[in-house]
């Protein structure tokens, strides 16, 4: 097992918990596609960019339907 370390500039300051703030940025700045999370309030932003805030389950669904 190894680390990578990141180097993450923490620019984003409109998620509904300032302590959730780096996940957009992780996010944002190496161009994930979705933000997995159970969290009712990220779950509500829906997207941010092009960034798609989703649930596990929902993440399974479009898994399953990518075929």
């Given at each position: 097992m190894s680390t990578t370390?990141?180097?993450?500039?923490?620019i984003f300051k409109d998620s509904p918990d300032i302590k959730d703030n780096y996940l957009f940025d992780l996010a944002l700045q190496y161009n994930a596609t979705y933000l997995i999370t159970g969290?009712?309030?990220?779950?509500?932003?829906?997207?941010?960019?092009?960034?798609?805030?989703v649930s596990l389950a929902n993440f399974k669904e479009l898994l399953a339907n990518a075929d």
């Open positions: 370390w990141m180097n993450l500039s923490l969290d009712k309030k990220l779950l509500a932003m829906e997207a941010v960019e092009n960034v798609q805030v």
